[in-house]
Structures are given as C-alpha cells and as structure tokens.
C-alpha cells in the first residue's frame, strides 16, 4: 500500500537497515515513482540517483486524468534493475486509498517472475500526511510489515488472480475484476 508520496520508501529503507547500517538484504533496492513526483524537489531528484525507476503513468499526470502510451522504457528498467536487486513498486500506482491495482502490475510479474514479497504500512500518512514532507502529529504509532513471500503460480493463475493474491496479501480491499 502507499501512504504518502515520499516517505514510504523512506520508512521501508529504515526497517530493511541492520545494526551496522547497511541493507540487511544483499542486494541493491530500487523503487519505482511517478515521473512527475520523481522531480518536483530537490529530494526527489536526490532520489533518482539512489534507486528511483520513473515512470510515465498512462492514467495520471500531476493529477489530471490522461490517456497516453504505456511507457516501456520504464518497464525495460524495472526489469533491468530486477536483474540487480530488490524493487518496490506500489501496486495502486497512487497514494490515493480507494484506488485500484493497476492491471500491468500482474501483466509485469507474468513476464518476469519475481519473488513477490507483500508489505504493510500504517501510520506513515497520519504522521507525515499524504506528501510526506511535514509532521502532522507526534508519537503516532508507525509499522512496515513485510509478509512471506507471496507463492505465485505463475504458469497457472491468470492475471486477475495475481491481483486478487496482492490485494489480500496488503489487505487492499479494490482491486480489478
């Protein structure tokens, strides 16, 4: 799920370091982020340069309602940076709640097969808000919980199914038919 614009990965990152301050897990974390929301700060640039996959969503822009192409370098990255580590992605594609899981997000594990590793946030938007940026309020109680991967049958279960195993595994209760 996603929270806010900026600090769940930031939040995930954290819960991933050990004691040493390294990544506990032995390969490289990137995350995929809305081109747009990739480079409206200087952090966020920042971002770019330690791990973000923009992408041109074919519905939104700035929060406008678009229709374009489905940008396929972006998907050539993710699949890419597959190769090398470890990637987040939010399946909605929004921080918005009642919004869906995107219908490629299942087409893209089809063809590339990961290891699907579920996570939860909460308290992340009561605390920070949707940008991310500013603290709302103080001593909130905040949790990333990674659940066991995912077993997806790749070969067997259509997309639909994929989706539907994703929207029960971060309790996301809308989710494409």
């Given at each position: 799920n996603h929270e806010t614009y900026y600090m769940d990965v930031i939040l995930m990152c954290q819960a991933?370091?050990?004691?040493?301050?390294?990544?506990?897990?032995?390969?490289?974390?990137y995350f995929v982020a809305a081109e747009e929301t990739a480079t409206k700060s200087p952090l966020l640039r920042h971002l770019d340069f330690t791990g973000c996959v923009p992408l041109k969503r074919q519905w939104k822009?700035?929060?406008?309602?678009?229709?374009?192409?489905?940008?396929?370098?972006?998907?050539?990255n993710m699949a890419q940076v597959l190769n090398r580590g470890w990637l987040i992605n939010f399946p909605t594609g929004t921080v918005n709640p009642d919004a869906v899981i995107r219908p490629g997000l299942a087409k893209f594990l089809k063809q590339h097969r990961p290891l699907v590793v579920p996570v939860k946030l909460t308290g992340a938007r009561k605390s920070y808000g949707k940008t991310g940026f500013v603290t709302k309020t103080f001593r909130n109680d905040m949790s990333v919980k990674f659940s066991s991967p995912l077993e997806l049958d790749y070969d067997k279960m259509t997309s639909n199914e994929i989706t539907v195993a994703i929207a029960n595994a971060i309790e996301h209760p809308h989710y494409v038919l």
């Open positions: 991933l370091w050990n004691s040493n301050g390294r990544l506990s897990i032995n390969k490289d974390l822009h700035d929060g406008e309602e678009v229709q374009r192409e489905r940008d396929t370098s972006a998907v050539d």
